[in-house]
């Protein structure tokens, strides 16, 4: 059972550069200075992807965030559909076909519903053009790896991996994606997201001064979780558990916190060179893993940038990514302050009846899958893995910090050995998975699990 300022005149006569035409969002998300703003448009990001020949796309990970991709997926613009569907487990593949049907009329034949670990392999040979990924992180790189094998287009859900190991076969996966031409979109939303594009593209313009670093906060309440059911072998148990153990979701500071630092990462551009960090488990009732987080990541330049996140019930709820320069400082999501606490700019959000809805707000998890789409059916070729592996490999080394009590340096999470999780997949008993968090400071398991 599952537990539980400035007027928007003043802002589009401070928009001077030219219109962004073709180049689109993949330029953006590189920070590539080839970016340009309209006086009219702030950036080129329809609401709906152009039309073209039927694109097919498969789903593997039928749970809610995968069929919430899915969703968006056949949202993002015309003749998209969801053809075929895989889970490990046979239930999960109900609720999802059930769901498709009540939210968009959407019927998938029984002999395109692939229940079982090969169920990945199965529907990407099922006739499809692109792959929805969405199961839990554990199993990205190899289930990436297949579908770049077979000239798949691609969408991920966010994190890519949750090992260095993991990271590495990922960066492999997307170079070999570039020289095929195939089209690689993760589901960090934020990049896809006009507020905060925006925002990053003033930052990156001085408008704050030379940035000197970063705070970036996420709290909020426990995580769902499952309790056992006592036919459940333990890899039965822990996939309907994922979200609580480390090899499947990586901890919540990767598979959650990483939306958080991805946005930071897109603001310095560069990669931290070491973290030094701690955590801890208070109130967890499930898994082997940390509740609460606090890390210092240190750049070459001297700039360092404080993370902290926390899933503890009965705390506040706190999301902040401040973004702190010379002459002031950023709110990515939409606002700049000088350091008298000034607000000298804001987003500017339209009403819901103003007429102008310029700059409205697409729902970033549609938008990216526009952007996908687009990037198939125009040729103007998008592939944003490279900075999702980056953030992906920053919230694991603020992991392997935390849990080691040890400073991790980023040369040692590119060479790390470390793999999380078993050799095979198999219902059936797990072994060197306690459910019991690390132990920071003891040479000993389970912490040789997690450094």
Known sequence: MEKKGQSRRKFLSDVTLGAIGTIGAASLMT?????????????????????????????????GRGTGAAVNFVDAGPNIEIVALGDVFQDQLDKCRKHLKAARDIEIADEKCFAGFDAYQKVID????????????????????????????????????????????????????????????SGTIRRYQKDYMETQRRVRNGDIGEIVSANIIRNGGALWWVERKPEWTDM??????????????????????????????????????????????????????FDQFSIIYEYENGVKAHCGTMQINGCGFTRKELIKGTKGYADASGSLYNYDGELIWEYPHPDENDSDQTWRVNNPSVQEQVELVRGIRTGNYINDSDEQIKSTQIVIMGRMAAYTGQEITWDEVLNSDLRLGPDTYEFGPVAGIPEEPPVVGVPSPPTDRYA
Not at 252 to 281: C, N, Q, T
């Open 236 to 289: 039965e148990y822990m996939i309907r558990n994922w979200g609580n153990f480390a090899w499947l979701s990586g901890d919540h500071i990767v598979e959650m916190f990483i939306h958080e630092v991805d946005v930071m990462s897109w603001h310095l551009g560069s990669h931290p060179v070491k973290a030094m960090g701690y955590g801890g488990r208070h109130r967890r009732m499930s898994g082997d893993q």
């Open 126 to 185: 099922a006739g499809v053009d692109v792959v929805l990924f969405a199961t839990p992180p554990h199993f990205r790189p190899e289930h990436v790896k297949a579908a770049v094998d077979a000239d798949k287009h691609i969408f991920q859900e966010k994190p890519v991996a949750v090992d260095p190991v993991g990271a590495r076969l990922m960066m492999e996966n997307t170079e070999r994606a570039k020289q095929k031409n195939l089209c690689m979109v």
């Open 31 to 63: 920070g590539c200075s080839t970016t340009r703003l309209s006086k009219t448009t702030p950036f080129d990001l329809p609401e709906q992807a152009p039309d073209g020949p039927v694109l097919r796309a498969g789903l593997v990970g039928c749970g």
